[in-house]
């Protein structure tokens, strides 16, 4: 069996040879880079099971790089964790909001880092079975089309297909980030429903311990931005100082 291909951008020698040996020790295969640019090259090669990106890097911002990679081929479905010096929370909230499966700040534990590793690709490898598993749609146009929509539950201007993971707005199919997507599928599920903060990360978040109140504020607000480029309605109904529900038809 091929030991996952792990990217490590990281431009401090020593904290690059721990990681690097961590990694290996527990049986993957790490690829260290110095640079962004040498990252960016490295990915359009061959897409990783996983990257891990420092920040602060000597050419570019570590946002931007993931930025960057998320345009490459296989840039969106690779998990990303960001391993940083800058442990502020709104810069938390950017690294979460941008799409990064984690955020682990220096100094860190190469154990812990090990252990979330392993649990994003477990997560990653369940997601990618049940992606496999789901039939294959028929065309609209065809008799048949009502096969597709057998999972559907409507609210609204929405249409959510669970065993999809797909939302529809006004017809048109979402590209939700994965946190987007549990987000808005909770508030369809219960329109009308208060849910506060806490219980949304209760939730959707894996470990919602080592989230905050404004993850959860990012997130909405790219979901809104989503929501506003199909039409110009705002469905979600936040209360100040609560949190958010889906407004009902």
């Given at each position: 069996?091929?030991?996952?291909?792990i990217?490590v951008?990281?431009?401090e020698?020593?904290?690059a040879?721990t990681?690097?040996y961590?990694?290996?020790?527990?049986?993957f295969?790490?690829?260290?880079?110095a640079?962004?640019?040498q990252a960016i090259?490295r990915?359009?090669?061959a897409?990783?099971?996983?990257?891990i990106?420092d920040?602060g890097?000597?050419d570019?911002?570590?946002?931007?790089?993931?930025?960057r990679?998320?345009?490459?081929?296989?840039?969106r479905?690779?998990?990303?964790v960001?391993?940083?010096?800058?442990?502020?929370?709104?810069?938390r909230?950017?690294?979460?909001?941008?799409?990064?499966?984690?955020?682990?700040a220096k100094?860190?534990?190469p154990r812990?880092?090990?252990?979330?590793?392993?649990?994003?690709?477990?997560?990653?490898?369940r997601?990618?079975v049940a992606?496999?598993?789901v039939?294959v749609?028929?065309?609209?146009?065809t008799?048949?089309s009502a096969?597709?929509?057998?999972?559907d539950?409507?609210?609204g201007?929405f249409?959510?297909?669970?065993?999809?993971r797909?939302i529809?707005?006004?017809g048109?199919?979402?590209e939700?980030?994965r946190?987007?997507?549990?987000?808005?599928?909770?508030?369809?599920?219960?329109p009308?429903?208060?849910?506060t903060r806490?219980e949304?990360?209760?939730?959707?978040?894996?470990?919602p311990?080592?989230?905050?109140?404004r993850?959860?504020?990012a997130?909405?607000?790219?979901?809104?931005?989503?929501?506003?480029?199909?039409?110009?309605?705002?469905?979600?109904?936040t209360?100040?100082?609560?949190g958010y529900a889906?407004?009902?038809?």
């Open positions: 069996m091929t030991a996952p291909r990217l951008v990281e431009d020698a020593g904290i040879e990681i690097d961590a990694l290996a020790s527990e049986g295969a790490p690829e260290v880079c640079t962004a640019r090259d990915f359009a090669a897409p990783p099971a996983l990257a990106l920040v890097l000597p570019m911002n570590g946002f931007d790089l993931l930025r990679l998320q345009e490459l081929p296989g840039g479905v690779a998990p990303v960001f391993l940083t010096a800058r442990a502020s929370e709104i810069d909230v950017v690294g979460l909001e941008l799409g990064a499966d984690d955020y682990i100094p860190f534990s812990e880092l090990v252990a979330r590793v392993r649990t994003i690709l477990r997560r990653s490898q997601a990618s992606a496999e598993t039939p749609a028929a065309p609209e146009n008799s048949s096969i597709k929509n057998e999972a539950r409507r609210c201007a249409t959510l297909n669970e065993e999809r797909l529809r707005y006004h048109q199919a979402l939700l980030s946190y987007e997507y549990g987000l808005l599928a909770t508030l369809i599920q219960r009308g429903r208060v849910f806490d949304l990360l209760e939730l959707v978040w894996d470990d311990g080592e989230s905050f109140d993850t959860v504020d997130h909405v607000k790219t979901l809104r931005a989503k929501l506003r480029a199909v039409a110009a309605d705002d469905p979600i109904r209360l100040r100082g609560v889906l407004r009902e038809a």
